[in-house]
T-cell receptor
Framework: GQSLEQPSEVTAVEGAIVQINCTYQ??????LSWYQQHDGGAPTFLSY????GLEETGRFSSFLSRSDSYGYLLLQELQMKDSASYFC????????????FGKGTMLLVSP | NAGVTQTPKFQVLKTGQSMTLQCAQD?????MYWYRQDPGMGLRLIYY???????DKGEVPNGYNVSRLNKREFSLRLESAAPSQTSVYFC???????????FGPGTRLTVL
């Protein structure tokens, strides 16, 4: 099966940089996704890495190392609105376009 | 273009009651999913439908049934609700050839 580990909570201040790590165990790896969820809201897609390296989308970047079964989400120039939960996910449980999610990292950004 | 819609937004049931959660998408996606989210547990897949006419069990299917009514609609039914089914339920859909899932706003269900 699949399992993912990520920290339960991370705190940072406005303007700082924060990194949220994710390690995974899976049979048959296709790629690592990241989703953001604000309190009371729906998860929304942030990024996807299928190959090793860094993918950048504005203030957010995501990194993958397939050999280490490890990835991270990097958030720069933090803003208060970045306070949310962040989930990593791998294609998974039943194969066909299904995702197995980590338990999520709550990011708290303070002034 | 509404994306993924879910009804109802909130529901309170008594143990043993039944109900159906509705989900619809207007993005012409083939695959649709039902998840439940519990505090500290992330999102867990209940059932999914890879295409119209097919459904498959996910990680936590017990106590649930689904119907893929047509390409747009995918419903989740609780035949005899239990307090353990108190959760937030999300529906999602995926365009073919990608892993990007688009989520509905969720249904917050409480079973007393």
């Amino acid at each position: 099966g699949q399992s993912l580990e990520q920290p339960s909570e991370v705190t940072a201040v406005e303007g700082a940089i924060v990194q949220i790590n994710c390690t995974y165990q899976t049979s048959g790896f296709y790629g690592l996704s990241w989703y953001q969820q604000h309190d009371g809201g729906a998860p929304t897609f942030l990024s996807y890495n299928a190959l090793d390296g860094l993918e950048e989308t504005g203030r957010f970047s995501s990194f993958l190392s397939r050999s280490d079964s490890y990835g991270y989400l990097l958030l720069q120039e933090l803003q208060m609105k970045d306070s949310a939960s962040y989930f990593c996910a791998v294609r998974g449980y039943s194969g066909y376009s299904t995702l197995t999610f980590g338990k999520g990292t709550m990011l708290l950004v303070s002034p | 273009n509404a994306g993924v819609t879910q009804t109802p937004k909130f529901q309170v049931l008594k143990t043993g009651q039944s109900m159906t959660l509705q989900c619809a998408q207007d993005m012409n996606h083939n695959s649709m999913y039902w998840y439940r989210q519990d505090p500290g547990m992330g999102l867990r897949l209940i059932y999914y439908s890879a295409s119209e006419g097919t459904t498959d069990k996910g990680e936590v299917p017990n106590g649930y049934n689904v119907s893929r009514l047509n390409k747009r609609e995918f419903s989740l039914r609780l035949e005899s609700a239990a307090p353990s089914q108190t959760s937030v339920y999300f529906c999602a859909s995926v365009a073919g050839g990608t892993d990007t899932q688009y989520f509905g706003p969720g249904t917050r269900l409480t079973v007393l």
